[in-house]
């Protein structure tokens, strides 16, 4: 069963510092890998998307990472704000028409 | 336009009534998705159209029933829903299917936060 797990579900970190997020899955046989933010109560916003044939994406002060031979993403968060706190969701697309997506991980950022 | 809109963004009904959620872009994007998410959980795939067509039904019951009118729009017509059904429900669109370039982008729109009494 082709599957995403984010853990910690969830994480408190003060204002300023620098943080990863975490992302497996179970099967390496991926097309890509899309990160998410969540806000409550509100839809997805697509934050970084990465090719099966690519290692990271950035964009700001976000980078994404994907080591497919390990079933494993990161998303890197640089000197953090309180307006990152939100649910970060990452989704793989196993190449069957539709994403699966993880359980997500809860940041707060303290100011 | 690089949004996807939704609307009613609140609706409220009783297990007897029939409603509908729409779903808007226009940003040529040629498969549309609905997704449902529950409290504190990921989004659930509902329906997948590609090209106008219907590609995935993850075994929704017939109580959600869906249409694509034209490559703009998605609507997902409700009826004798149960109280379970109460989520947040998400449409979203893309260039092409994933399985297509896989190059592809969602974009979601705000959703439809919807209450059954």
């Known amino acids: 069963k082709q599957e995403v797990t984010q853990i910690p579900a969830a994480l408190s970190v003060p204002e300023g510092e620098n943080l990863v997020l975490n992302c497996s899955f179970t099967?390496?046989?991926?097309?890509?890998l899309q990160w998410f933010r969540q806000d409550p109560g509100k839809g997805l916003t697509s934050l970084l998307l990465?090719?099966?044939?690519?290692r990271e994406q950035t964009s700001g002060r976000l980078n994404a990472s994907l080591d497919k031979s390990s079933g494993r993403s990161t998303l890197y968060i640089a000197a953090s704000q309180p307006g990152d706190s939100a649910t970060y969701l990452c989704a793989v697309n196993f190449g069957n028409e539709k994403l699966t997506f993880g359980t997500g991980t809860r940041l707060t950022i303290i100011p | 336009d690089t949004e996807v809109t939704q609307t009613p963004k609140h609706l409220v009904m009783g297990m007897t009534n029939k409603k509908s959620l729409k779903c808007e872009q226009h940003m040529g994007h040629r498969a549309m998705y609905w997704y449902k998410q529950k409290a504190k959980k990921p989004p659930e795939l509902m329906f997948v159209y590609s090209y106008e067509k219907l590609s995935i039904n993850e075994s929704v019951p017939s109580r959600f029933s869906p249409e694509c009118p034209n490559s703009s729009l998605l609507n997902l017509h409700l009826h004798a829903l149960q109280p379970e059904d109460s989520a947040l429900y998400l449409c979203a669109s893309s260039q092409d299917t994933p399985r297509g370039s896989g190059a592809n982008v969602l974009t979601f729109g705000a959703g439809s936060r919807l209450t059954v009494l």
């Open positions: 099967d390496s046989a991926i097309y890509n």
């Open positions: 990465i090719q099966s044939s690519q």
